[in-house]
């Protein structure tokens, strides 16, 4: 394709003789045979390969890596580069089946479309192509590549088999990572900068285009354009414009590739063919001598063998340069100057050395025998072998195979002539090594000066023989040679196996020789190795390029990335003392491109420096997708379609590529080129010297070198004289790719030489039949292809004559591509360029046949048009195509062309048939048919001169029929562009002369008012207009239509109109004169003036006084309308263009009509100015607004002002409509405060509106309303007011002013002020009349009784009355105090209530009525219930919770106080619980309310009080036994004790309470009998109020066997239903009555109570005895009757009596 370097498909290991016949390297070969030295003094050759570089593997030094022969040696000093560890060796390879034989049979695979490609890359399938060769080559082995992995299993071409539909399946490729596209560079429009130093070699840079997006809109024309500039540089540059970015598309996941090796030194054709000849040198004299050659060491130097042959041969050889003692010349040249005796050493060794080997050459040469097996003669005509050997294994790029891209491959029939399979032109097309141990095809040899044959098949010819003759041998029985020759056995020379003891094998290629039939004989087989004459000379083949591995984007960067990284930190560059732009950090170092340059040459000429590159080039777009867009894979994206798409420039518009018939892979289909660094492509130019684009996708630069096309010869002359050897050898050499020469050297030889550095996003063109070549800087992603346009059509003639004379095969036929462009472009254009080539071609092809004809007179003819298949069209000879007739014969499938007939076969002449594709007449009217379109444009020139020699004055219209008849070949008539001016001037004067002649529409009066909306004041309708020429354009025009002497019909009128003008200027003259005479208030006649004004107006001529009869007219028109507007309504601007009018018409001010405007139009400005006043106001007043809009009829307004002050008004009255719609909302629509806010600050920043006033202040008193109900729910508002008179008049004024809008704080707390309200309701003293009952009273009552630290009795014992002041009782005020007669407490007179509120409990029940009645349990609930706004900011609530907590605090203390006096740790003395009963007592009966523990028990000043009756009277007790003075009596009896408590039911809602049961505890018969079990009895329900108490504890008494355990009745007297009972009563000292002691209850023995006359506390567990109480939780409730009440069951139900 555009720069490929040759490719493999043996993917085996690297080629080259084996070790034993060649060694590593010939320079240390022939050193080291040297006697003059030891070969430590010559430098050791090193050997790196990219293979070895692993990315994530253990490093080491770079010369672990360089393979030398001779490891004694020392190394070549190099800077260590990290490097991983050596990889296992390859297995070996797999042999290779032979080719199939269609593949044999044709130059290139069957063609193959981009349909059938895309359904290919679609189905992930192979090519048509490798299926049919994997088929030929029959079943592989079961594993793979290791980069693919590997399977088992049935296998066809290593691929899975369907067991099913028995097809190869193709294994889904594994995904790689992608490529990470911010680790390359990616394109970016750069200008390149001037460089601050020239190139490495001093190379000029081509140059470099930077098109606009228009130009680049068509490529082919701006190729075109830019082709005189950039044609003699061979090579250009073309940016993009910004914004153009070509999408990459390929899947780097999945996209594969292969990559061929390439050694850098073995391309460049000095180096090669140095090594060729010392290998051959080495060879010979090892094979002479039996021993290598003795080189000679001249001033420590070792003489250089080669150069020393090259100077000789360029003098003329060594007789010449002896004769004419130029040695020392040499010797300068050589660089030996100065020595003594170089000279004679320089002869000495040329003779000892380098003749004998000439000589022997010679010989072979001319020798009759053996000149056909040299490769000195047989090389040439093996080329056509090597080439379609290359050809059949896919390694020459020039050979574009797949999609048709290589033209006809030739048969292998006589591959074998001359040498065996591993003789080649080249060593890119050897077979791989394996095909050595592989019989020949056909092993004889015959050679004949007609042609090349093979005696066993006459049908096949061979494809190889040249035109010329060529040397021959001939077999002495051919007709038996397939059953008589085996190879070894037979002698190559004589074709005989007797005389076998004589018989000679050689040791490169295992063919035998008779020792005798040698040229020179040998007397005796040689001891050592023997090669015969063929491997002798056929050395030095391998040109570096194997087949590498499969990688993806990503493995292949990281590859690149580390073996670039390595070398140059390795091979640091040199320090600049300039800063390159162009540089770039690299691991440690620094790189420029300049580096990578110059490092890149000096490896390639580096002789011992061997660096071995991958390059995955010549990547088939068909099979692997194009890494641009495609019609056929993205339809969508507009790159698909654009022409700079690679997939699209060979088939636009003017590419005559678009008229080859199929798609060739690599040419007209792309291919894809990844490189890495180093990587090159060698000097080549394009197939059929067509042009070339590439364009880069991303990655590092690419540098290109190009040699202008006009410089071709002087290059390939350059190119031969540096390696004369290898083109002697291979004439061929430049088409395959492998060659690489050093810019410097190419300029030494005087061959321009220009350079270009290719960046991501930029093209590459190369120019017909222009050499190029380049290297890579790194991992990059090139896309190439073919193009052509007109210019090259006879570039593609001298190609293809010169693929004939190299017989070259060709990629299409030249012929058919003419054929194909005049069948499908018929255009003059077409026509013109194709002519020559086309004319050329059909009289070589008349002209071929003709003399074929006078050859062989009875030659057979046919036509045939009919496509065939492509071989068939394929000269055997020169491998041509010969679509337009080939030669053929009966006795062989091939054919010629019409210049080799004769070499086709043996037949006679009379058996060639001469098929046709078109006959003689069908090719001279195709000529015929082009002449006549390409001789269109002369007979067109001799029209146009008959035209303008034959008539004095031109017609314009047969003019314009020419210029229409040449539209179609505009480019190539040189008159047109002439021709054109002058019909396009005359169209013009003819087009002046018709607008002077035509007749304007007669002017049309209107009045000014009604004027159009927004028209100016000065309207065009009211003023005079003039014709649009002058009377001097007038006469411009005559006298130009006269000097272009050409017909014009409007020439008289037009002289018509000039002598008008003149007589209408006189006429209007007189009439201004009279009007001036009568004065400015005479009215004229407006009939007379607007007549004469329409005359002149009609003409499209000015005439000079039109103006001034105009104005007259329209003064008399306006004057009329003045008055008939004068009193109608007026806009300022009708009055102002009245005004105008009346000015520019020149009326006088002092008219009436005038004067009336002139008032009207003061009112109107005055209007006007206070309208502008009020919109330049950022706010303005409603009220002024309405004024402005309204004004008197009489006013002349503004429309435009008008309709802006409305539009602002209407704007205003809509936000006063929403402001008054807030203020009055619908019944049940409240708005939010927000709204009516955000309205009024709308409408403030433009109107003054009062309702918005109203809206704002309202909003804003809202507004504080709802931040203060804010704070006050969240108890953050604070305020000297009360809260709740303030929210009670907040409350007000929301109810009167603001009950519009929606307020839910307001809501909030408005519904917790009336919920507190409720809740003061249900405070105990809430509406009380008394002082004590207030809240606050009641507070600091509890606060100062509930004291914590008042919790203890007052230590003076006097202190018992409820007071807590101490009870002084003296003589004197013994009336003051009063002592109750139970417990023995003294009161102040003035304390006591009647009766003692410490053993009294109708203190405590609610008999005795106090102000403060309520229960302390009820708060809770209360307090509970109490809203949030209460709790936050109520007295009440404060004075509740005050109540509560502190009471809370007592009753604990009360309780702690019971529990202590229940404990069993020890009795509390009884004065002191007497005292502390008493103090707790005291505090309950300051406070006044009943306080309980809980609703169901009774309160605790009732259990405090019986608590102290009961230690009062044990006290007394204990008091009176004590103040005996006789020994207490022995108590025999102990009588059972009650200790009681209040019932804990609730009577009903009547007062009435339900009696359980009717079994009660008969108390007098428990005590009576001093039962230690209770004693019940029945009675019947209670007729009248009855307390019923319950036994809390029961002390049993000392019998434990009473009578019974139910007594009978006590008689009770039932008295009208009620009992009477008295309360005890106190008296004075005197006689003071005692409170009366109710009878002992009787108690039962399974109930607690007090055992004893101390107190003694329950004992809560332990065993039962009989001077204990069971414990608490055994006790059960015993009711007991101190009145009369209704029976209840033991449970304390209600029993329903019978």
């Known amino acids: 394709m555009v720069h490929a370097p040759p490719t493999t498909t043996v993917p085996t290991r690297r080629r080259g003789r084996p070790p034993k016949h060649r060694p590593s390297n010939p320079i240390i070969a022939v050193a080291a045979s040297s006697g003059e030295g030891p070969a430590a003094h010559v430098p050791q050759p090193t050997f790196i390969t990219s293979l070895s570089f692993k990315p994530n593997q253990p490093k080491r030094s770079v010369n672990s890596l360089h393979e030398s022969p001779t490891p004694s040696s020392p190394q070549k000093q190099e800077t260590p580069i990290p490097v991983p560890e050596p990889q296992p060796a390859p297995p070996p390879p797999v042999p290779v089946n032979p080719p199939p034989l269609y593949e044999i049979m044709r130059g290139r695979a069957p063609r193959k479309s981009k349909i059938d490609a895309m359904a290919a890359i679609s189905a992930r399938s192979v090519s048509p192509t490798e299926n049919m060769s994997s088929k030929a080559a029959g079943p592989q082995p079961s594993s793979i590549n290791s980069g693919t992995g590997s399977t088992s299993g049935q296998r066809t071409n290593g691929n899975a088999v369907d067991p099913v539909n028995k097809t190869p399946v193709k294994p889904a490729l594994p995904e790689a990572p992608e490529i990470d596209f911010e680790s390359v560079k990616m394109p970016k429009r750069q200008i390149d900068p001037p460089r601050e130093r020239e190139r490495p070699f001093g190379i000029e840079d081509c140059p470099a285009f930077y098109p606009t997006m228009e130009e680049f809109t068509d490529p082919m024309a701006y190729v075109k354009s830019i082709a005189e500039v950039a044609r003699p540089y061979g090579i250009c540059k073309i940016v993009p414009p910004e914004g153009w970015n070509m999408p990459f598309v390929i899947n780097t996941k999945t996209f594969r590739f292969k990559t061929r090796l390439q ?107 053996m000149s056909a097996l040299s490769p000195l003669t047989t090389k040439i005509i093996d080329n056509q072998t090597t080439r379609m050997r290359m050809a059949s294994t896919n390694l020459g790029s020039s050979s574009r195979m797949s999609n048709g891209r290589m033209g006809f491959r030739p048969t292998l029939a006589a591959s074998s002539i001359t040498r065996h399979s591993s003789v080649t032109s080249s060593g890119l097309s050897e077979p791989p090594e394996e095909a050595e141990k592989k019989p020949p095809v056909h092993p004889e040899i015959t050679v004949r000066v007609s042609g090349l044959q093979d005696e066993t098949d006459p049908g096949t010819k061979t494809p190889n023989a040249p035109s010329t003759p060529l040397p021959q041998m001939s077999s002495s029985a051919p007709s038996h040679r397939d059953s008589l020759y085996v190879q070894g056995d037979t002698c190559e020379v004589c074709l005989s196996g007797d005389r076998g003891t004589h018989m000679l094998l050689c040791d490169g290629c295992d063919k035998g020789y008779h020792t005798f039939c040698l040229d020179p004989p040998l007397p005796s087989i040689p001891k050592g190795q023997w090669f015969c004459h063929i491997c002798l000379f056929d050395t030095g083949q391998d040109y570096g390029f194997d087949e590498g591995e499969e990688h993806s984007l990503h493995s292949f960067q990281q590859r690149d990335l580390a073996f670039r990284t390595a070398w140059f930190e390795s091979h640091p560059p040199e320090t600049k003392d300039w800063k390159d732009p162009r540089s770039y950090p690299l691991g440690d170092v620094t790189v420029s491109e300049d580096d990578v340059e110059k490092e890149f040459w000096r490896l390639v000429e580096s002789p011992l420096e061997t660096v071995e590159i991958e390059y995955g080039a010549d990547v088939h777009s068909t099979t692997h997708g194009s890494a641009s867009p495609s019609l056929e894979t993205h339809p969508l994206d507009p790159y698909s379609k654009h022409g700079w798409n690679v997939n699209n420039m060979p088939i636009v518009e003017d590419s005559l590529l678009r008229y080859v018939k199929s798609d060739i892979s690599g040419m007209t289909v792309p291919w894809i080129y990844v490189g890495m660094v180093f990587s090159t492509f060698c000097w080549h130019n394009e197939d059929h010297y067509t042009y070339s684009v590439n364009y880069m996708h991303w990655g590092e630069t690419k540098t290109w070198y190009g040699v202008p096309g006009d410089d071709a010869e002087k290059f ?21 790719l492998v060659t690489l020469m050093s810019p410097k050297r190419l300029r030494e030889a005087n061959v321009r030489v220009y350079g270009c550095n290719q960046r991501p996003g930029e093209y590459v063109i190369t120019f017909p039949k222009a050499y190029h070549a380049g290297f890579n800087h790194g991992i990059n992603l090139n896309e190439a292809v073919n193009f052509a346009v007109p210019d090259w059509i006879e570039d593609g003639r001298d190609c293809v004559k010169r693929y004939q004379e190299h017989q070259k095969l060709p990629v299409f036929s030249h012929d058919e591509l003419l ?141 314009t029929a020419l210029l229409d008849d040449a539209k179609e070949m505009v480019s190539e008539l040189d008159e047109y562009p002439n021709l054109k001016r002058f019909v396009a001037k005359a169209e013009e004067l003819r087009r002046v002369a018709k607008s002077i002649l035509e007749s304007r529409d007669p002017p049309k009066y209107q009045t000014i008012l009604p004027r159009k909306p927004n028209a100016p004041i000065n309207d065009s309708k009211s003023l005079v207009t003039h014709g649009q020429y002058t009377a001097d354009a007038v006469r411009n025009v005559i006298r130009e239509i006269e000097d ?50 329409a005359e002149a107006f009609t003409r499209n001529v000015r005439v000079r006084l039109l103006d001034d009869v105009g104005i007259i007219m329209h003064r008399i028109r306006l004057l009329e309308e003045l008055r008939e507007v004068a009193d109608r309504a007026l806009t300022l601007d009708d009055v102002k263009a009245l005004q105008h009018h009346a000015a520019a018409y020149g009326m006088s001010p002092a008219l009436e009509e005038c004067v009336k405007l002139r008032h009207r139009a003061d009112r109107g400005q005055k209007w006007y100015d206070e309208t502008l006043k009020i919109l330049s106001q950022p706010v303005r007043p409603i009220d002024v607004l309405n004024l402005l809009v309204t004004p008197p009829v009489t006013v002349p307004i503004s429309p435009i002002l008008l309709e802006r002050i409305d539009g602002i008004r209407a704007r205003a009255r809509d936000l006063e409509k929403k402001a008054k719609a807030m203020l009055q909302p619908p019944v049940g629509r409240r708005i939010t405060i927000h709204d009516a806010v955000h309205l009024a600050e709308i409408a403030q920043k433009e109107f003054i509106i009062p309702a918005i006033t109203m809206l704002l202040e309202h909003a804003s008193m809202a507004a504080r309303f709802e931040s203060r109900c804010a704070d006050i729910s969240v108890a953050r508002y604070q305020t000297s007011k009360p809260v709740f008179e303030e929210l009670r008049d907040m409350r007000a004024t929301v109810q009167a002013k603001l009950w519009m809008f929606a307020m839910p704080y307001f809501q909030q707390i408005d519904h917790q002020l009336v919920a507190h309200d409720a809740w003061l309701e249900k405070l105990p003293w809430y509406g009380m009349p008394e002082p004590a009952t207030k809240g606050t009273e009641i507070a600091d009552d509890v606060m100062e009784f509930t004291r914590p630290e008042d919790d203890a009795p007052p230590s003076d014992p006097e202190c018992t009355c409820i007071c807590r002041l101490p009870v002084k009782v ?172 209040a019932e804990v039911a609730q009577p009903a809602a009547d007062g ?18 001093y039962s230690s079990k209770m004693i019940r009895y029945r009675l019947p329900p209670p007729t009248q109020p009855t307390i019923i108490m319950e036994v809390q504890r029961y002390s049993p008494g000392s019998n434990h066997c009473p009578d019974s355990v139910t007594a009978t009745p006590p008689p009770y007297t039932m008295t009208n ?47 039962r005895k009989a001077s204990q109480s069971p414990p608490r939780d055994a006790a059960r409730k015993i009711k007991l009757v101190i009145r009369h009440h209704g029976d209840r069951d033991e449970n304390g139900d209600i029993k329903v009596p019978p």
């Open 1370 to 1541: 003296t003589v004197e005020r013994q009336a003051d105090a009063v002592q109750c007669d139970h417990c023995g407490a003294k009161f102040h007179g003035k304390c006591i209530e009647g009766s003692c509120p410490f053993c009294d409990h109708h203190h405590w029940n609610g008999s005795i009525v106090k102000p403060r009645s309520f229960q302390f349990h009820a708060l809770i609930p209360v307090a509970r219930e109490a809203p949030i706004l209460t709790r936050n900011y109520s007295l009440a609530w404060k004075h509740l919770d005050t109540i509560i907590t502190h009471v809370d605090r007592l009753t604990r203390s009360i309780e702690g106080f019971l529990a202590v006096v229940s404990e069993p740790s020890g009795p509390v003395p009884l004065s002191a619980a007497i005292a502390q009963i008493r103090h707790y007592m005291r505090k309950l009966y300051k406070m006044q309310f009943n306080v309980q523990p809980r609703p169901d028990l009774p309160s605790y000043g009732i259990t405090l009080c019986h608590l102290h009756r009961t230690l009062a009277t044990t006290k007394a007790q204990t008091n009176g036994a004590s103040s005996s003075s006789a020994p207490p009596k022995k108590k025999t009896n102990r009588r059972p004790k009650f200790v009681f408590s």
């Open 1552 to 1569: 009435t309470r339900d009696i359980e049961s009717d079994l009660f505890i008969d108390t007098k018969a428990c005590i009576d009998n």
């Open 716 to 736: 390939e002359a350059a190119i031969k004289s540096e390696a004369p050897d290898l083109f002697d050898a291979q004439p061929d050499l430049l088409f395959q």
């Open 819 to 959: 054929i194909t462009i005049t069948q499908h472009s018929s255009t003059i254009k077409t026509a013109v360029w194709v002519l020559d080539s086309l004319r050329e071609m059909v009289d070589n092809q008349i002209g071929l046949r003709d003399r074929m004809r006078n050859d062989v007179p009875s030659l057979s003819e046919t036509t045939d048009e009919h496509d065939r298949p492509e071989e068939q069209y394929q000269c055997a000879v020169c491998k041509g195509f010969t679509y337009l007739a080939q030669v053929t014969c009966h006795c062989t499938k091939q054919v010629s062309c019409l210049e080799h007939w004769t070499s086709l076969c043996e037949c006679a002449a009379s058996s060639r048939t001469l098929r046709k594709r078109f006959d003689d007449d069908q090719l001279r009217n195709i000529l015929n048919s082009v002449e006549e379109r390409a001789q269109a444009p002369q007979a067109w020139r001799e029209q146009l001169k008959t035209l303008l020699e034959t008539t004095h004055k031109v017609n314009i219209s047969e003019l």
């Open 1044 to 1093: 272009f002497a050409f017909q014009c019909d409007e020439l008289a009128p037009l002289q018509q109109v000039l002598s008008w003008a003149n007589d209408w200027d006189e006429l209007a003259q007189g009439e201004l004169e009279a009007l001036k005479r009568g004065g400015e208030m005479k009215t004229p006649e407006r009939e007379a003036w607007e007549a004469l004004y």
């Open 1617 to 1663: 239903g009620s009992s009477k009972s008295s309360k005890p009563a106190l008296k004075g000292e005197n006689g003071q009555a005692k409170l009366p002691q109710e009878p002992s209850p009787d108690l039962d023995d399974d109930e607690p109570g007090i055992s004893s006359p101390e107190i003694s506390p329950l004992q809560p567990t332990g065993k």
């Open 263 to 369: 050694r850098l030194n073995s391309i460049e054709a000095s180096s090669r063919a140095k090594l060729n000849f010392l290998e051959q040198l080495y060879r010979f004299h090892q094979q002479q001598e039996q021993v290598g050659p003795v080189v000679p060491t001249i001033n420590h130097k070792t003489l250089d063998l080669w150069l020393l042959r090259k100077e000789v041969t360029s003098k003329g050889g060594y007789e010449i340069v002896s004769r004419t003692k130029q040695w020392g010349e040499v010797a300068r040249i050589l660089g030996y100057e100065g020595i003594v005796g170089v000279s004679s050493q320089l002869k000495n060794a040329y003779s000892r050395i380098i003749l004998p080997f000439e000589q022997f050459s010679d010989h072979i040469r001319n020798s009759p025998s």
